[in-house]
């Protein structure tokens, strides 16, 4: 989308459909990022603590979640 | 149902639930039997597959075109501002290319993947192929025959190769006739 005018209503958009499935992408779009950037952390030696005060949540919360990626 | 697969059938199998682990896919498809056989090189179903020119990149290539755009809604991004193409250029330029789609392909599942129902027809086509032909197992190449049937995104590459229920029939013909003679 180009035109500024409709990114600015679509985004503020009362019709909860339109926004909601916004809320949606973006948090979607969040945890694709969080992934990459937890993977490359752990592949520079950072340590699950490190990560996790970097993304202000419990060294439990972030372990838990990517313990999966076996990291 | 796997007691009469032979032990190449059931490394297909195997491979097939790696495959979707790795693809991130919520259950076992056909396309990861499919990308399983292509993996098992000198087996009958992947004797057949050859030489009807499919091999695994482009099978890959093709399943990766109808599983349709994995990850975030472009679409909606774009109502917040966001252009998804330029993040996912920037992940690229980062990470390597395929990275962001890799870490967008659904949430990692643990434990045991199972087939979705069109999986689950092909194999049971593969059982009854076994037992049309007489056979008393259930090989690699009965799996493929399984795979021609239902339309699945395995079957239309195969459809594309030119591979369909009935030439790939008389290509078994021919194979094990050549391995026989």
């Known amino acids: ?71 | 149902m796997f007691e009469r697969f032979t032990d190449e059938a059931r490394r297909v199998v195997v491979l097939a639930q790696e495959i979707a682990r790795i693809r991130r896919a919520p259950r076992i498809g056909p396309e990861h039997l499919l990308l399983g056989l292509l993996r098992c090189p000198g087996t009958p179903g992947e004797e057949l597959l050859a030489a009807a020119g499919v091999d695994t990149r482009a099978a890959e290539r093709a399943l990766d075109r109808t599983a349709g755009p994995a990850g975030p809604d472009a679409d909606a991004l774009a109502t917040l501002g966001i252009d998804l193409d330029a993040v996912r250029r920037a992940a690229e330029r980062s990470f390597g290319a395929g990275a962001f789609d890799r870490a967008s392909r659904g949430r990692w599942r643990s434990g045991h993947l199972r087939f979705d129902r069109a999986a689950k027809t092909v194999l049971e086509l593969a059982l009854r192929e076994a037992v049309r032909r007489g056979d008393r197992f259930i090989g690699t190449e009965h799996v493929l025959l399984g795979l021609v049937r239902p339309d699945t995104a395995a079957s239309r590459v195969l459809d594309e190769a030119g591979m369909t229920l009935y030439r790939t029939r008389r290509a078994l013909d021919e194979l094990r006739g050549r391995r026989a003679g």
Request: hydrophobic content about 45%; glycine content about 4%; charged content about 25%.
């Open chain 1, 1 to 71: 989308m180009s035109d500024a005018t409709a990114v600015a209503a679509a985004a503020s958009s009362t019709d909860p459909a339109v926004g909601l499935r916004a809320v949606v992408a973006l948090r979607e779009l969040q945890e694709s990022l969080e992934e990459l950037q937890v993977t490359s952390a752990r592949d520079q030696g950072w340590s699950w603590q490190q990560i996790a005060d970097a993304l202000r949540i419990s060294r439990q919360a972030v372990h838990k979640k990517y313990r999966r990626l076996g990291l």
